[in-house]
């Protein structure tokens, strides 16, 4: 069975630099020069290199011998839970600041109804490494938040204005994204505090795209062909890579031995490549799918849905696709993403260890589109994972796959199961996310999902509507087997008593403390 630990790690991993990348010391000095200011902002659309360019940059330091100390923290979606963004942006510093997690995880965990504001943990995490500075005032540290477009909760985007105002002398911040963040930028622009990477600066000169043509794709094309292809493309680094890739593949009859026929083959491929990005990527992917052996084929159609994957997954998802009917055999997964890793096929390695991956999200928008699952094998395949994600200790990435197969009942279950423990880490919005995506229905069958949803909304609802929740639980409990009541009530009775403290009912509150303390073990 894989260890669950780096189910979370490949948020905090570096990833690893992919080989045949052409080096661009053009925007590397950008990079060094950026961290001499407090914020390094690259910004351009999906694509364009951005998390390849930071990789090459950190492992070019560190194979001249001056390695820099850097905490990455991967952002997705579900991160914009403020005490989920917080831990995982304190573990992330912690392995540059070793205390960093210990000086905040107490604060953000501690027991209350009412979470604390963002900006007033990033307080105390700013002073925490203020103390203690790098030993031997050592070059400072640097924080990687990648995929930041991810994050839209005003809350965080408030702490992170706070940390770059009040940024440790020892500490400077790169964000990646897609677009501009809600972030201070004028205003550090105006001060010179920011160095900005942005799309017209990571495209692909003439030059660069002959040096990643021939010399790492090994294509052999004409001047005339370079300039078309970089016209087509715009430079545009996915678009440059896909089109090598489907080049690389022998075209319909054409034996591999016949390289003479190579030439017009490129030639008239080229000349295809027209539209929007989103044309080509579509054409694009359809040319490289189509060169590839039928099991790899296989396999990226059928795992095009995960949002990360590691061999056992796979197994676990191939093996679900045999039983309906496909073609996986679950012993090949870890060959076929070896294969596709060592191939650059749009596999993006989520750790150091390599053993867990995700499609670039261009690529994988095109496999779907190419695979067009009916909607019973995507559900089916949304089954598979989230089956394993819950055994394997990932309640969210589980929850994600059970609603994605409208599989509520499982969802419902891993909800369930899980609900109490990501109120005792903070995480609300995560709870509350999940039962949003529930039908109502499904809720009000389920008492102990009531009084999850009382739980993440302690510090929303008035007192009214927070007492009518809690009563729900206890009417719907008055039918559940004596234990399963037993407990409910004295949840119920311990969530009320802190909430009363709260409001200044301190009587009420200490009779339904003392109520809670004979019902529960």
């Known amino acids: 069975m894989l260890d669950t630990a780096p189910i979370i790690d490949t948020k905090l991993s570096l990833p690893p630099a992919r080989a045949g990348l052409v080096p661009r010391p053009r925007l590397t000095s950008l990079l060094d020069r950026g961290v001499n200011g407090p914020l390094t902002l690259l910004c351009a659309p999906a694509g364009f290199g951005k998390t390849a360019l930071l990789a090459e940059w950190i492992e070019g330091h560190a194979a001249a011998g001056s390695p820099l100390a850097v905490g990455w923290l991967c952002l997705e979606a579900d991160d914009n839970d403020a005490a989920r963004f917080l831990a995982y942006l304190a573990a992330a510093l912690d392995r540059v600041r070793p205390g960093a997690t210990r000086a905040v995880q107490d604060f953000i965990y501690a027991p209350r109804p009412v979470p604390l504001a963002p ?31 991810a994050i839209t909760a005003p809350g965080i985007h408030d702490a992170l204005a706070y940390l770059l105002d009040h940024l440790p002398a020892d500490l400077r911040v790169v964000v990646a994204t897609r677009a501009d963040p809600c972030l201070p930028l004028a205003r550090l622009r105006a001060r010179g505090q920011l160095v900005e990477i942005r799309a017209a600066s990571l495209r692909f000169s003439l030059e660069e795209t002959e040096r990643f043509i021939n010399g790492v794709m090994g294509l052999a094309l004409g001047p005339a062909q370079l300039a078309a292809l970089e016209a087509h493309t715009e430079g545009w680094p996915a ?95 870890q060959m076929v993403l070896d294969h596709l890793d060592r191939n650059n096929l749009f596999l993006m390695p989520l750790d150091g260890e390599r053993r867990w991956f995700r499609y670039h999200p261009l690529f994988a928008e095109a496999l779907v589109a190419v695979a067009r699952p009916s909607p019973e094998a995507a559900a089916e395949t949304h089954r598979q994972a989230a089956g394993w994600f819950a055994a394997h200790g990932a309640p969210n990435e589980a929850v994600w796959h059970a609603l994605a197969a409208g599989d509520f009942a499982a969802a419902a279950d891993i909800v369930q199961a899980s609900y109490a423990q990501m109120i005792q880490r903070g995480e609300l919005v995560t709870v509350q996310r999940w039962l949003a995506g529930l039908p109502q229905a499904v809720v009000e069958q389920r008492p102990r999902l009531e009084l999850a949803r009382a739980w993440s909304q302690a510090n929303t609802a008035s007192p009214t509507d927070f007492d009518r929740q809690l009563d729900q639980v206890a009417s719907a409990a008055a039918a559940l087997p004596p234990d399963e009541c037993r407990g409910l009530r004295g949840e119920a009775a311990a969530l009320r008593a802190v909430c009363y403290s709260v409001y200044w009912r301190a009587g009420e509150a200490v009779r339904l403390a003392q109520e809670a303390l004979e019902l529960l073990p």
């Open 119 to 149: 900006r007033r943990v990033m307080a105390r995490l700013i002073a925490a490494l203020t103390s203690s500075p790098a030993p031997g005032g050592g070059a400072p540290a640097i924080l990687v938040l990648d995929d930041y477009q």
């Open 239 to 333: 678009g440059l890579q896909l089109a090598a890739l489907a080049m690389q593949a022998p075209p319909a009859g054409l034996d591999d031995d016949q390289t003479e026929s190579r030439p017009v083959h490129h030639s008239s491929f080229v000349a295809k490549l027209t539209g929007s990005h989103r044309y080509v990527v579509d054409y694009l992917a359809e040319e490289v799918i189509a060169g590839q052996p039928a099991e790899v084929r296989d396999f990226l159609l059928r795992t095009c849905l995960l949002r990360r994957l590691c061999a056992p997954l796979c197994d676990a998802v191939m093996v679900g696709a045999r039983h309906a009917g496909g073609l996986g055999d679950a012993s090949k997964s």
